[in-house]
């Protein structure tokens, strides 16, 4: 019951986002470029200010990085099995591979774990954009007509503004320079970061319209990203010698909903958009029955 009473209050700033938008009709760009642009990179400048970087980054990289990969092996050959185009399969690994850490996962670690868990999950959220940025653009570029994966994917590297935090962030500590006062203005805007890209969310949520649905490709994407996802990080984690904290982390994390920002690329790029925002509107309100199960485990027995 504890775990329902976690995810209620997440669910109910997702929800008064997703209301705000059905009935004010905002400019949700406007919402998401300042959580994009300004307070998450804050936020990821202070963890990484406050925090050494140690053996667990490395441990993390190859956790997000093998997850990632296993996902999209595995749609590969479930592409093949089911005849899918090039464009079909793109837009399958959009809807699979890519968590969204970000906008959900990083709120459900600060209200399970406090904040003991939020330099892990900040990290996590961190190294999901650069993947994002990176494979997330490749395959949404290479699904679509113009084929331009890789040229896509380096122009996105370079407006990634969490990413530059994280380097401010380790050179200030790096070289110890003090920030004074202007601290206390840091943490203002830092703490308003996972309030702000929650309630964003939601109004990307509203944003999405459910028309068509291939059924079958829903159903692969929400099984991938709700149950065969948290089960390969599982078995990446287990073997690992990181905390049991971290594992938990991790592996709660992995269960999250498709991320929010592979829509803004399906679209951005025709590669199946409709699927991919079914999956992400889905997979979200699906998150609401597999999560709790997904904590239970991992708390339990990791």
């Known amino acids: 019951m504890s775990i329902i009473t976690i995810l209620l209050p997440i669910f109910f700033v997702f929800g008064v986002g997703y209301l705000a938008q059905h009935f004010l009709k905002l400019e949700t760009k406007v919402l998401s470029n300042l959580a994009l642009y300004v307070l998450v990179p804050l936020l990821v400048f202070r963890t990484f200010y406050e925090q050494e970087i140690d053996s667990s980054y490395g441990y993390l990289s190859i956790y997000m990085l093998g997850l990632c990969f296993a996902l999209i092996a595995i749609v590969s050959i479930l592409s093949k099995i089911y005849g899918y185009t090039e464009s079909e399969r793109c837009g399958l690994v959009l809807s699979s591979a890519f968590m969204n850490n970000g906008n959900y996962g990083t709120p459900l670690v600060l209200f399970l774990f406090g904040t003991v868990g939020m330099e892990t999950a900040i990290v996590l959220m961190v190294l999901?954009?650069?993947?994002?940025?990176?494979?997330?653009?490749?395959?949404?570029?290479?699904?679509?007509?113009?084929?331009?994966?890789?040229?896509?994917?380096?122009?996105?590297?370079?407006?990634?503004?969490?990413?530059?935090?994280?380097?401010?962030?380790?050179?200030?500590?790096?070289?110890?320079?003090?920030?004074?006062?202007?601290?206390?203005?840091?943490?203002?805007?830092?703490?308003?970061a996972i309030p702000v890209i929650m309630v964003t969310l939601g109004m990307q949520l509203a944003n999405i319209r459910l028309r068509v649905i291939d059924w079958r490709k829903l159903s692969t994407a929400l099984s991938l990203k709700l149950m065969i996802a948290p089960l390969i990080a599982a078995g990446i984690v287990l073997l690992m010698p990181v905390d049991p904290l971290t594992k938990q982390i991790m592996i709660i994390m992995a269960a999250t909903p498709t991320a929010a920002n592979t829509t803004m690329y399906a679209i951005q790029f025709h590669t199946e958009p409709q699927n991919v925002s079914s999956a992400t509107l889905v997979s979200t309100v699906s998150s609401l029955a597999t999560m709790p199960v997904v904590i239970y485990l991992a708390t339990t027995f990791v």
């Open 128 to 192: 999901q954009q650069l993947l994002m940025s990176t494979l997330g653009v490749y395959y949404a570029a290479k699904g679509s007509p113009d084929h331009d994966g890789v040229k896509a994917a380096l122009r996105a590297v370079r407006k990634m503004p969490m990413v530059y935090g994280a380097i401010v962030g380790i050179l200030f500590q790096w070289l110890h320079i003090p920030l004074g006062t202007i601290r206390d203005g840091v943490d203002l805007i830092a703490d308003a």
